[in-house]
Structures are given as structure tokens and as C-alpha cells.
């Protein structure tokens, strides 16, 4: 009967819980009626949504010509925010994937809520390369389906119909995982919440979950095959998001480095995107129990770790470019660092490589304040990144009579604040109905009951 | 009396035991498989660590299915790529050859884990019998909060109900139950 709770590590979860504390703790949040801060907050996020749409459904009806390209730059903000919010989407499979098989036991208290960032993430991502199709409506000859052009198939050699299996993959997995890792905890809400819809919304989702061992060891070997699967396809994705750029002849993007590069950014990007939400969540749903400074200290500790990469990164472009002799190539970096983009390129450089610089000193990770300052410049950062390395690239290209500038509409910049509102809104919701917090694996990593 | 004794034949007599602890259930498993006793399941909030060494469970035979049907998977693209690509309708794009073997290559990784993902996933739901809508039979109604049961089948005629109870007793189960399970025939 007696548990000593030993701590010869600092507990990962404050404040004794016991398994029950934990299930009333998080499905509490979800049977209180919704916060007055939260009611502001969908306001202001599904009204950022609705500028969203009707900004789309302008475009879509009158043509992409409502965007700010030309014939030199025709790739800019769409593209830019493609490769952001995919980017957003990596740091969920991180935590949940890479996390677990490195058996980093406080991933625990933030897979639930990566995951669904990344879920969210990756739709707002979708909704890019659809409108930049001109004629969204015939987005399905992205598919190889018999057809009566023909059959006339897709060109298996293009990265953008590899792009295009990568992003639906990576939607299709990540979602899988997330749901399989939920129906314990949809089991715990179905057995505990009052008759109602939510109770037969979660009865019929738990799929007749009872908590059987027998099932449990089957679960634990799916997680850890779906954790070995989505490893290597999150590396995957961002590199063919990469590819998308690396296989064409533009200095800048022409480059080997871009895969480990964006893969690199992506993981920072979207673990600062992690920690903005979380320290969010952890101070309106009163979680500071569950998302300790311990865990706060860690994924800092990875932003420096990425952030330390996307400088190499930097660096290693600009050495290329210097050793490879190549005018043209030379001539892209020191135009991105010093041309009329400059400005974009050093908001990229102070936000990214210097910004996190703080997050050495333990009393900086220590402090939320500071942390989440932090992550909004990398979020701010890393948006200019994509920005740089598309728009930079493109408008001064091999022939000076080309040359061009860009600015982006304000049928653009609805889109992206309308994307936000999308995120936003559907990351709210998620708080409201599913808990945000895993119990089960929070349970299992308790010191409660437990001598060892 | 032939109706009697078939009925008695088919009762199935379980000893329900709930404890609030993973030592708890732990040690309580590990006991009752030394002395023999027959572990019908055990039911716990949480994925609990050498439950299955203490339950005598072999390792789940899925990483088989996720391993065939992913070969099966990047097989089946490869050749769908070949047969689209240089067989069904060729077409010349920028001079590259019909066999683009190394440009197929990401598209097949994606299939791949598309396929053995999948499959692992249904065949893990299917195998344990998890459907959507499925109704929930619980040993005991906190199972998915904190609690801990261990169900016993009484396969033995030697079994001692009295005898096993005062154990779990003594290693500190809170609840005790005998339950009969009928069949129908």
C-alpha cells in the first residue's frame, strides 16, 4: 500500500499526483463552461479566419492575378507560408516520434497538444499549394487515378508530385498516431463525463477500450512502430519540401545543404511554435503541475540546439557560395545579405541566431516571460527565412533586364492572417474538447505507487 | 438433468481483484502466475512496465504486419511507377529516361510508410476487437482513472477461493469479487 515517491531525479510532474488527481485535473478544464478569455480569443481568431476566407474565395474567383507576382518572382508569399506552417508541423512529430525513441519521458506532458499543432499546422499548410493552383477545383489530378485524359498519369519525377504524396502522408500518419494515442484517454472521458453527447461522442471513439493488458502490450508495440515510421518521414517531408527548391537551376536554392537545412529550421520553428502555445496553456488552464520548468528548460535546450544548426546553415550558403566560384552564385548571398531585401535577411539572422543566444543562462529558460519573447522572434524569424530564401532568389535572376521587386497585396496578407485564424481557432477547439494533456502516459510517468 | 450439467460445464468462474497501485498490481501478478493460478487479464489505467514478463505474455507478433505490408507497399509503387511511367503511357519529360529509378525513390518511401502504418494500425484494431461504437465491458469502473484489477480464471477444480482471496487481501487489494460468467449455448 505504502509508495515512496524517490526522487533521485527531480519529479517530472508536480505536486504528489496520484492517477486520479491527473484524470480530474485534465478533464476538469474540459467540463467547466468556457473561460471569458477563451470566448475573446475565438472571437478574435474565427473573425482573422473569416478574412481568411473571403480573401480565398476572392482569389479563387477572380484568378491569382489578386497576388503581388510577376513573371520574375512567382513564387513569394504563398509558397512562404507553405513551407512555415509545414515547417510548425515537424516539432509535433519531434516530440511524439523522436522523443519516444529516445525514451525522453517528458515529451509525456506535451505530445498531446504537439501533435494536434502539428495536425493543424499541416492543413493550414495544405490550403497554399491548393490556391496556388489557380484551379483548386481540379486539385485531384495530383492524384494517380485512372482518368479519361488518357489515362494520362502524374509525372512520378516531379518533387512537386513527391511533395504532394509527402504532405498527405505526413497528414495521414500524424493524424493515426495522434488518434492512437488518444483512445486511452477517450476511454477515460467516455467513463467519466455525464450523459450527453460528448459522452456518446467519446463512447463511440474509445472504441470499446477497457484497459486490458493484453491490449495494452499490442498498443505500446503500434506506438513504437508508428514512433519508428514517422522518424523517417518527418525527415523526409521537409527534405522534399526542400527538393522542391534544390532541383531547380536558381542560385540560392540550387544547393545539397538545403535538405539537412530545412529539416534543421523546421524542428526550430516548430518547437518555438510548441512553446508559444504551451506557455499559453499552461498559464490560462492552470497545467504549471504538468508543463513544468523542466520541460520549459528542455525545449529550450533543443531551440538552442536547431538554432545552432539553421547558423550553420547560414554560414555553410555563404561559404559555398564564396568557394564555389560561381558569379551568380556569389552574387544571390551577397544580394540576400546586403540588396534590397537586406532588411528581411538581417530580421532572419537577429531573430534566429541571436535571439535564442539568451537561452544559455539557465535563469533565462527559468523565466516564462523571457522564453516566450523568445519564441515569438523565432516564429517571426523563421517566417522571414522562407520569405528570404524564396523571394531573395527569385527577383534578381541570371538576366539584369529581369529584375524586379515584390510586394505582397492585401488579398496576401488576408490569406496569411486568415491562416492564423485557422490555426488558432482549430487549436482552441482542441483545447476545449480533447484532453490536452496525455493521461495515460502521464500517469505512467508519476512517481506515485512506484518503488523503483 | 443432461440440460443441468451442460450449463454447469459452460460457467465460467472468474476472481476479480482491484488494487490502486502499480507495485501493487505488479507483485500481485507475479504471484499468482508462481503459484500457477490462471491470469485471465489484467486491466490498467495505464501502459504498466513488466506487466508483461509478470503475465507471461509473448511479445506482439505486429511488427510482422507492419513489415510485410510495408514491403508490400513500396513494392506495389515501384512497379505502378515503372508501369505508369515507361510502360502505360511514356512520355518524354525534359530527356529523362523511362527507368527514373532514383527520382522514384521518394515517392515510394512515402507508400511505403503510408501502407505499413496503416495496416499495422488495423491490424492492431481488428486483432483486439477495437470498433468504432464498440460498447465497453470494464472489470471494474475505474480501470480507465486509477485503478488496478486483476481477473483470475478458476480453471483449477483445486481452486481455493477463500485461500486466494485473503492473499490479494494481504497484498493489498481493495476490492475482491467472484463472478460467473455463463455461456450461451
Excluded at chain 1, 34 to 44: E, F, K, N, R
Aim: with cysteine.
Amino acid at each position: 500500500m505504502a509508495s515512496i515517491p524517490t526522487s533521485i531525479h527531480t519529479p517530472l510532474i508536480l505536486g504528489e499526483k496520484t492517477p486520479s488527481v491527473v484524470t480530474t485535473d485534465i478533464c476538469s478544464a474540459l467540463e467547466r463552461r468556457p473561460t471569458l478569455s477563451w470566448w475573446i480569443a475565438i472571437a478574435i481568431s474565427s473573425s482573422m479566419l473569416l478574412l481568411g476566407l473571403i480573401a480565398v474565395g476572392y482569389q479563387i474567383m477572380t484568378g491569382i492575378g489578386t497576388w503581388g507576382l510577376n513573371n520574375t518572382v512567382g513564387w513569394a508569399f504563398d509558397i512562404t507560408n507553405f513551407v512555415f506552417w509545414v515547417g510548425i508541423g515537424h516539432a509535433g512529430t519531434l516530440i511524439s516520434a523522436v522523443l519516444f525513441l529516445f525514451r525522453q519521458k517528458w515529451r509525456t506532458s506535451v505530445n498531446r497538444a504537439a501533435e494536434a499543432m502539428t495536425i493543424i499546422a499541416v492543413m493550414c499548410a495544405g490550403i497554399f499549394p491548393l490556391i496556388h493552383m489557380g484551379r483548386p477545383w481540379l486539385a485531384h489530378w495530383m492524384a494517380p487515378y485512372p482518368n479519361t485524359r488518357g489515362p494520362l498519369w502524374i509525372n512520378f519525377r516531379s518533387p512537386l508530385v513527391w511533395d504532394f504524396f509527402a504532405i498527405s502522408t505526413y497528414f495521414t500518419i500524424s493524424f493515426v498516431f495522434w488518434y492512437v494515442g488518444m483512445i486511452p484517454d477517450l476511454a477515460t472521458l467516455r467513463d467519466r463525463l455525464k450523459a450527453g453527447w460528448r459522452k456518446t461522442a467519446a463512447g463511440f471513439l474509445s472504441l470499446g477500450w477497457n484497459g486490458s493488458f493484453r491490449t495494452w502490450l499490442h498498443y505500446e508495440t503500434v506506438y513504437l512502430l508508428l514512433a519508428g515510421l514517422a522518424t523517417p518521414l518527418v525527415i523526409s517531408v521537409h527534405t522534399i519540401v526542400s527538393w522542391d527548391f534544390a532541383t531547380s537551376v536558381i542560385p540560392g536554392w540550387h544547393t545539397t545543404i538545403l535538405p539537412p537545412y530545412f529539416v534543421a529550421g523546421a524542428i526550430f520553428s516548430g518547437m518555438s511554435m510548441v512553446l508559444t502555445l504551451m506557455l499559453i496553456a499552461r498559464k490560462t488552464m492552470h497545467l504549471e503541475d504538468y508543463i513544468t520548468k523542466q520541460h520549459v528548460g528542455a525545449m529550450c535546450k533543443i531551440l538552442i540546439a536547431t538554432g545552432g544548426m539553421v547558423a550553420m546553415a547560414y554560414l555553410t550558403e555563404f561559404v559555398t557560395a564564396l568557394y564555389s566560384n560561381s558569379q551568380y552564385e556569389q552574387f544571390a548571398f551577397m544580394n540576400r545579405a546586403l540588396g534590397p531585401f537586406s532588411w528581411a535577411y538581417w530580421i532572419m539572422v537577429s531573430c534566429n541566431i541571436l535571439s535564442p543566444q539568451i537561452l544559455w543562462f539557465k535563469a533565462a529558460r527559468s523565466n516564462m516571460l523571457v522564453v516566450f519573447m523568445v519564441t515569438i522572434f523565432i516564429n517571426i524569424g523563421m517566417w522571414f527565412e522562407r520569405f528570404v530564401i524564396i523571394v531573395t532568389s527569385l527577383h534578381r535572376d541570371y538576366l539584369p533586364s529581369n529584375w524586379t521587386s515584390y510586394s505582397p497585396t492585401w488579398i496576401e496578407i488576408a490569406t496569411l492572417v486568415g491562416s492564423f485564424g485557422l490555426f488558432l481557432t482549430l487549436f482552441l477547439m482542441f483545447c476545449r474538447f480533447i484532453p490536452v494533456i496525455a493521461m495515460a502516459e502521464v500517469k505512467g510517468v508519476l512517481s506515485h505507487g512506484r518503488r523503483k | 438433468m443432461a440440460e443441468g450439467s451442460r450449463k454447469l460445464a459452460s460457467d465460467r468462474r472468474f476472481l476479480l481483484a482491484v488494487f490502486t497501485s502499480e507495485d501493487e498490481i505488479l507483485a500481485a501478478t507475479t504471484d499468482a502466475r508462481d503459484r500457477g493460478l490462471t491470469i485471465a487479464d489484467v486491466y490498467t489505467p495505464y501502459a504498466v512496465h513488466g506487466l508483461d514478463k509478470a503475465m507471461d505474455l509473448r511479445p506482439s507478433r505486429l511488427p510482422w504486419v507492419c513489415f510485410a505490408l510495408g514491403l508490400a507497399g513500396a513494392s506495389f509503387k515501384v512497379w505502378f511507377e515503372f508501369w505508369t511511367s515507361a510502360s502505360d503511357w511514356p512520355i518524354n519529360i525534359g530527356g529523362k529516361p523511362w527507368n527514373s529509378l532514383p527520382a522514384f525513390f521518394p515517392v515510394t518511401f512515402e507508400v511505403m510508410v503510408l501502407f505499413a502504418a496503416l495496416s499495422t494500425v488495423a491490424a492492431f484494431l481488428l486483432g483486439r476487437g477495437l470498433l468504432p461504437g464498440r460498447r465497453a465491458k470494464l472489470a471494474s469502473p475505474g480501470v480507465t482513472d486509477d485503478e488496478f484489477a486483476l481477473v483470475i480464471e478458476e480453471t483449477d477444480a483445486s481452486f481455493c477461493v477463500d485461500e486466494v482471496t485473503a492473499r490479494f487481501r494481504v497484498m493489498g487489494a481493495t476490492y475482491i469479487e467472484e463472478r460467473i460468467e455463463q455461456e450461451s449455448i
